[in-house]
């Protein structure tokens, strides 16, 4: 019953937030839309409210998360730009590199729960993502973003922020390396093998949309910059303006999805090749 708000979250941070360049008016227009999504939300728990204890814990931990995060974030990001030195590049970047070790603290802090969930268990969750133990694990954030009794666990808040934070480092590494070209690696050094990207840039960022949609990274709370840069990252590739060729890909007349066809019809060859 939450599927169709999430789905209609996402399209707005797409078309209306991410292709934003003025950081000031990102965070104001995603701190709306990521209200009026938790408002919706609230709205239908309140209504409905949950019919078992997995849906309930499922909300908490992966569907309220959602818009929470981006909620943090785009709070967090605002801060930064209202408290940031006005002048002074050594300045700026002092203050953003202050800004990461706090991060750093946080994680550090909450390092437990951080690989808790990072790990993909479930067996606390009964404790951390329903209601009815909140007052047992009390998480009071520094900001009250969006506090609601009926309508929080212990820790959902808390996996918001840390999703947030995430997103908040992708910001302040962006913030810095455009005060000072290199001053952060774009490709730091790998540990396993240099990847290349061998194919076009316009089937990798239909590969990266298709995952996108699907929700199977980081719980559905991947924005489509984070993973962007994941994958400049992994298969050293700069994408341009993902967005417009985003557009081009769903002005195909025919095959709209070319390559991800492609990828069906190599996957298949080589299975029954593997037969033989």
């Not at 996402?10 to 292709?19: A, F």
């Not at 001053?183 to 050094?189: A, D, K």
Request: aromatic share 14%.
């Amino acid at each position: 019953m939450f599927t169709s708000e999430i789905h209609n979250f996402h399209q707005l941070l797409n078309t209306q937030v991410l292709g934003l360049i003025d950081p000031v008016k990102k965070a104001n227009t995603g701190i709306e839309i990521a209200n009026d999504s938790l408002s919706k939300l609230k709205e239908i728990v309140e209504q409905e409210d949950f019919e078992n204890v997995p849906e309930e814990i499922d909300f908490f931990k992966n569907i309220k998360p959602c818009p929470m995060s981006y909620l943090i974030y785009f709070s967090e990001m605002r801060s930064c730009e209202s408290r940031k030195p006005k002048a002074g590049e050594s300045f700026q970047i002092q203050f953003f590199e202050k800004e990461l070790r706090k991060i750093n603290k946080f994680f550090y802090r909450n390092n437990d729960f951080v690989q808790y969930m990072e790990q993909g268990h479930s067996y606390m969750d009964h404790q951390l993502f329903t209601r009815n133990h909140r007052k047992n694990f009390p998480f009071t954030p520094t900001i009250n973003y969006y506090q609601y009794p009926e309508f929080s666990s212990s820790h959902d808040m808390l996996w918001a922020k840390i999703q947030a934070m995430y997103r908040l480092i992708h910001y302040i590494r962006e913030a810095i390396e455009s005060l000072k070209p290199g001053t952060i690696e774009t490709f730091p050094p790998q540990k396993h093998p240099v990847m290349v990207w061998s194919g076009s840039k316009t089937a990798l960022v239909e590969l990266i949309y298709a995952l996108f949609a699907s929700g199977d990274l980081n719980h559905g709370t991947a924005d489509i910059s984070t993973l962007t840069t994941s994958f400049e990252d992994i298969f050293n590739i700069k994408l341009d303006n993902i967005y417009k060729t985003y557009s081009e890909i769903k002005a195909r007349k025919n095959t709209r999805s070319k390559y991800l066809e492609s990828l069906i019809v190599a996957l298949e060859a080589k299975m029954n090749k593997d037969d033989e």
